[in-house]
Each structure stands twice: as structure tokens, then as C-alpha cells.
């Protein structure tokens, strides 16, 4: 059935498997995508929505790349919004509530449409390993498909076991069977696997709320877009989301279920996500609060499901159903489905190297929740370096990764695979030491000539890319160069509460002044008459703005880059044998001789191991 041998196996088609299977076919390798269920191809398994705080910047990296995420993003949104706004750039997420329906079908006609790309419909239950190497997958069935490379992205399906209250049943998502048999035969090879937990909210009958006395949501004014392409276009029509709150009466029914949850009769023995916490969690854990937000999404243009954000529960689902019944708005609420938890297994992520590939067998990679991360955004990163690094292994080309200074997935990356997680990772700004550096706004700067070089990144996007960079560095010249006269800019310092000047003074350090923005400059005539001429769109003046005003702290941040990427340079021979450095201590001795680093920058971000060890290793290897 099937003769030939592939180069790239991608075992699982949620997000991190599309990423995945798109971008090892984009770049010329001949690639098959298993999956368990062809229906569900890219689901969005619980909320209907992209993006959000930190997500945002890495579906934009995706899309730099030349991945499809941003596009499908864009082609599926009903609400737009620029979350942040009122911080500095470095804090701008972008977020878009999805057609849950759309946004699948988008995706699989993508698909469909990506040259050297075949789909096959099974359950993978094992690997085809010789020599530590692998060389093909096992179907339930037991067709053996050969490939050069596999990558595993299983989602929640390793050994899933779904969660109502007392019952519970084998499951990767409501409706759907778990898969058996890969986790065993991993363990087997030597691989240390865990448990982890998440969960998801009910999803209701939107014609039964009364919105009228929840808080209505809109979507931005002014929207934008996620792909940097000129295909996606913003919206023009926007569906509202609305907010509502739990109440002291929804809490005490919802604790009267607690004997029967099993978060807290001991059913449940995984760590779930610390900041997606379940209702009952954050009622246990936040007894001092009387009332909980919950955002209250469609879950497409046309559909009347309804998505309750803030609700995510494992309760029975009477007790659910009593609950919401409390809740403004909800009081006549029917059910479409209860909310549930669900436990899979997942391999701690240090049994990986940075391309995601596995330490232990050759050409195996890893990518999504199968390294204990939890959403979307994180899972179609990893499948894209995932599918990049498999396809390069192939065509015998140097690996792909990316540094923490270059993007929110370098960051991701290197933080799984240096620390590892005991808990569902999911990426925040506060993760990124450089993200003055990693803003939405410049992804495509920053990661549009690499995806280019790896022949995933389209030439017209690097055009694209570069008009946009020389127009907008030709835009921040234009204010350095030009001067204004204290009697045209003086009346829009006013306006603004701002200093006035005595005499003719360069645009560019008037236009950093905090409280001054691009609407004031454009009352000085030569600014409008230059973007006019020049025909600027949005993005860059937004680019011209954030690189005027913020030109000091990118400038600091590039220089302490700079620095602690020199480590980045100094490398570490493989296999290095820690236990004869006798005056390191013995934690770090331990952590990186598990880990084993490639450089002494990733050395010194390893939990465990001291300045003063990493100073132990320099000296050594200085020798």
C-alpha cells in the first residue's frame, strides 16, 4: 500500500501537525500526515480564538516564517483586538476570536493545496527504530509506512483519559478515542514520560442568554491582521464577545460538587495549568474573591454555540448546570456539552535538542503538548521548527534554531529543553528577557529572511518585507534630517500640554517627547506632504513611530544581547564528560550531564547550576 519511503511522517494533525506537515512540504520533502480522524484536521479542541498575550507575537513569528497559522487566523476571525494598548509596544498582543468551523476547514484546504503532501487516516501505535534511528511508523492496523524522519505531535490522545465528575473514559477529546501504544513502546527505549492535566469549559446554546445584561466586548475600532501578506485582509464586520461574573451563590453550588470532583478526591494526580486554573481551582485557591470573570465568545459567524471562557470545569454536570444557571445572564442556559479535564501523557521536554529533535533516537522529533506545553500558539510553533529541522535533516542541511533575542519561539524552545516543565508551559512576555526586541510589529524583520533562506518564506513576502523596512527607515531619516520652526510645531506642543521651543529644532527629538504622536506630527505640513507622497500605510508608521520613540531602550537591549550571545558562541563538545570537574558542584554536575548544553549561554540558563559553575567550565574549557 504503501511502497515508497517518505522523507517526513507527521503523526497527529492538530496545530503543532499542520505546522509541522505545511512546512517540511513547502520545503521540497515528500511528507504524509497521519492522523487519527481527517474531519478534524487543525480543531480547535477548546477556546475558539488565536493569539492573546505573548500567543499573539508567536503567531506572527509563524507567519514570518512563511508558516500558515497567521493566514488561516485571518481568514477565520469574527473579532479583532490589539490587547495592551495602553503599554509600551513591547507589551502589543494581537488576539482574534475564530470561526471554530472556518478556521478547521481553512486549514485543511491549505492542505489540500501544499504540493508533495499526502494524508493517510489511522492510528499510529508504534515506531519503526533500527540502530536508534528511525525509519517508519506502525498503524492499529499493521501497515508499516518507512520515512527518513518522523515527527510526534500527539496532542492530548497519549493514553487520554477524559474526566466528568466520578466518571471518567479513555479519550484524546470528547468524541474522539485516545491513542495507545506509542507511550509504552517510548518508555521501553529508555524515554521518562509524565502525566499532565488540562481542561476545558461547557459550551451553551447562545440563543438562551440574555446578553442584555452582560458587558458587551467589541472589537477594535480600527482592526488589523496577523499575516504580513497581502492576502489576508482586516475585518470589515466584527461579532461582539460579552463578560459576565460569577457570584458568592455560584461558588457555594459549585462547592457542594467538590466531593465528587476529581481534582479533589484524588482521581486526578497530573498538574493541570497554573494560569488556565479551573472554576473549582480558582473558588478553592481565591476563597477570598468573591467573583470571577467569564468571557462569554461565539464560537463562529454563523453558529449559536457559545463558548464560556472562565468556566473550564471536571464537576458533574449537574453541578455545572446548577451553577451557571446563577450566573447573570445564564439563568435559562441549556447545554450543548459539559465542561471536562482531560490527563495524557507527555515526555519531558530536556530529552530534546534544539531543533526538537530526540536525543535518544535519530530523526525522531517531538513538537506540541507531547513536550507539556499548552496551547495553540506554543503547539504550531514547535511543529513548524519541528517540520523545518526534520525536512533539513533530510536534505542533509544544516539545523534551524533560533536564539532568545530573535524570537518568542527561541524562547520557548530554549526554556523546555534547558529547564524542562513540570507543569502545562504556556508562553508569557515575561518569559522573554529581549522583548523590547521580539514586538509583533517586527517579526517579519526578524525572521522573514530566515524563512526565505529556508525556502519556506515566499520571495514576494521577503519583498514585501523589505519595501516596508526601507520605507520606514527612510521615514525615522526623514525626522532626524528635518527641522521645523518654533511657530509650526509650537501650537501642537501646546495642545498636548508640552514644552515649547524657542528656536527651530530637528522632528525627531520633538517627535519622542512621550505625549506626542504621529496624529500631532501630521499637523506639521512636511510630515503629512511625506506620507502622502510616499504613500506610507499603517504598519509603516506604526514602525517609524515605535522606532522614534523607543530608539534608546532597543539600542540597550541589542547591546546586552550582544553580550551574553558572545556565550552563545563559546561551545561545549558533545557528550561532554561533566563528573571530572570535581569543583563544580554535584546539582549542576547532574543537570548537565542530563541535559548536556551546546553552549555555555544554555548552560548557564539551566536551574541548578551557578555562576560560579558555569565560571568552573569556562576555565576548563579555556584550556
Known sequence: MFNEVYDVIVVGAGHAG????????????????????????????????????AKGQIVREIDALGGYSGIVSDTS???????????????????VQSDRMRFAEDWRLLLENTPNLDFYQEMVSGLIIEKDKVVGVKTSLGIE????????????????LIHIGDKNFGGGRAGERAA???????????????????????????????????????????????????????????????MTYTSPEVHDLLREGFDRSPMFNGR??????????????????????DRHQLFVEPEGWNTVEVYVNGFSTSLPEDVQFNALRSVKGFENVKFFRPGYAIEYDYFPPTQLKHTLETKLVEGLFFAGQINGTTGYEEAASQGLMAGINASLKVQERDAFTLQRDEAYIGVLIDDLITKGTEEPYRMFTSRAEYRTLLRQDNADFRLTPKGFDLGLASEKRLRRMEEKQSKSDAFVQFFKDTSVKPE???????????????????????????????????????????????????????????Q????????KEKNNAD?????????????????????????????????????????????????????????????
Not at 561551545?571 to 543537570?591: C, G, H, T, V, W
Open 268 to 289: 486526578i494526580q497530573s498538574v493541570g495549568p497554573r494560569y488556565c486554573p479551573s472554576i473549582e481551582d480558582k473558588i478553592n485557591r481565591f476563597a477570598d474573591k
Open 488 to 546: 509650526e510645531i509650537n501650537p501642537v506642543l501646546e495642545s498636548k500640554d508640552s514644552a515649547k521651543v524657542k528656536q527651530q529644532d530637528k522632528m525627531f527629538k520633538l517627535y519622542a517627547r512621550p505625549n506626542i504622536v504621529i496624529e500631532d506630527m501630521r499637523k506639521v505640513k512636511a510630515v503629512d506632504n511625506y506620507i502622502k507622497e510616499n504613500n506610507l500605510d499603517s504598519e509603516v508608521i506604526e514602525q517609524t513611530e515605535i
Open 18 to 53: 499542520s505546522e509541522a506537515a505545511a512546512a517540511a512540504a513547502n520545503m521540497g520533502s515528500k511528507t504524509l500526515l497521519i492522523t487519527m480522524n481527517l474531519q478534524n484536521i487543525a480543531q480547535m479542541s477548546c477556546n475558539p480564538a488565536m493569539g492573546g498575550i
Open 180 to 242: 495507545t501504544g506509542i507511550t509504552e513502546e517510548l518508555i521501553e527505549m529508555g524515554f521518562d514520560s509524565g502525566r499532565m492535566k488540562t481542561g476545558t469549559p461547557p459550551r451553551v446554546d447562545g440563543r438562551s442568554l440574555d446578553y442584555s445584561v452582560m458587558i458587551e466586548q467589541p472589537g477594535d475600532e480600527n482592526p488589523e491582521k496577523f499575516s504580513y501578506l497581502d492576502i489576508t485582509k482586516p475585518l470589515q464586520e466584527q461579532r461582539s464577545c460579552h
Open 77 to 95: 476571525a469574527i473579532q479583532f483586538k490589539m490587547l495592551n494598548k495602553s503599554k509600551g509596544p513591547a507589551m502589543w498582543s494581537p488576539r
Open 548 to 555: 522614534v520613540k523607543y530608539a534608546g531602550y532597543i539600542e
Open 145 to 160: 509506512v518507512k520515512a527518513k524522519t518522523v515527527v510526534l505531535t500527539n496532542g492530548t490522545f497519549l493514553n487520554g
Open 563 to 623: 553580550k551574553l550571545n558572545r556565550l552563545e558562541n563559546v561551545k561545549i563538545p558533545s557528550n561532554f564528560d561533566y563528573s571530572k570537574l570535581k569543583s563544580m558542584s554535584m546539582e549542576a554536575r547532574q543537570k548537565l550531564s542530563e541535559i548536556q548544553p551546546v553552549t555555555i549561554s544554555q548552560a548557564s540558563r539551566i536551574s541548578g547550576v551557578s555562576p560560579n559553575d558555569v565560571s568552573v567550565l569556562l576555565v576548563y574549557l579555556g584550556r
